[in-house]
């Protein structure tokens, strides 16, 4: 799994499994998450984001789980193809000040997932 | 609907020189924002703007420059580039610069300095 600022770690799954990344944060402030996905040469590509009242978001194929007891987030990937290879980074976000505005997001490190056909 | 575009896509300056990365947003959002990438770490905020007419340092803004030119439009300057500068840069925008507004980033410049 994956703690924002630690090395990057990889996960190998074959294709039609399904995957889990971790992320585990640590600003207890936090309010907002969200997963990104990176090609290789490209920019990270917006997945999926949850609040923090929420514990659970699906999307198409993906599911966010956050459990903020423990601070960690998982992103799972349901039926994975080769075309989910990639880095996959989760982000943080909290206000700056009690207004909420000036908001302040932090990055992971991410993870690498491959996917063997 | 092209999103975040970012030109040029790679640059080679050598110790000194200057140069200026465009970004452009055709998402119609307030806010932009300017990333490094660096191998072992994570995205980190260079400059952002939270809204047209306002710019910010994020955590790393030394040896950059920052220019809101319109809505659309946030370009970074490097007056004197620097080997430490070698980094691929990201631009990205959000509707604004609160929670649940996700950013949006562009493919990156990719910028060697020797």
């Known amino acids: 799994g994956e703690s924002v600022g630690l090395h990057l770690p990889t996960l190998s799954v074959q294709e039609g499994d399904n995957s889990i990344i971790n992320c585990a944060y640590s600003n207890s402030a936090s309010d907002y998450f969200i997963w990104y996905k990176q090609e290789s040469g490209k920019g990270p590509q917006f997945i999926i984001d949850?609040?923090?009242?929420?514990d659970k978001r699906q999307g198409q194929r993906v599911t966010v789980l956050l459990n903020k007891t423990v601070k960690h987030l998982s992103l799972q990937i349901a039926a994975t193809q080769p075309g989910d290879s990639a880095v996959y980074f989760c982000?943080?976000?909290?206000?700056?000040?009690?207004?909420?505005?000036?908001?302040?997001?932090?990055f992971g490190k991410g993870t690498l997932l491959t996917v063997n056909p | 609907n092209a999103g975040v575009t970012q030109t040029p896509k790679f640059q080679v300056l050598k110790t000194g020189q200057s140069m200026t990365l465009q970004c452009a947003q055709d998402?119609?959002?307030?806010?932009m924002y300017w990333y490094r990438q660096d191998p072992g770490m994570g995205l980190r905020l260079i400059y952002y703007s939270a809204s047209e007419g306002t710019t910010d340092k994020g955590e790393v803004p030394n040896g950059y420059n920052v220019s809101r030119l319109n809505k659309r439009e946030f370009s970074l300057r490097l007056e004197s580039a620097a080997p430490s500068q070698t980094s691929v840069y990201f631009c990205a925008s959000s509707k604004r610069q609160v929670s649940n507004s996700p950013l949006h980033f562009g493919n990156g410049t990719r910028l060697t300095v020797t």
């Open positions: 949850i609040r923090s009242n929420m």
């Open positions: 998402m119609n959002h307030n806010s």
């Open positions: 982000a943080e976000g909290a206000s700056k000040n009690s207004g909420g505005s000036n908001y302040k997001l932090t």
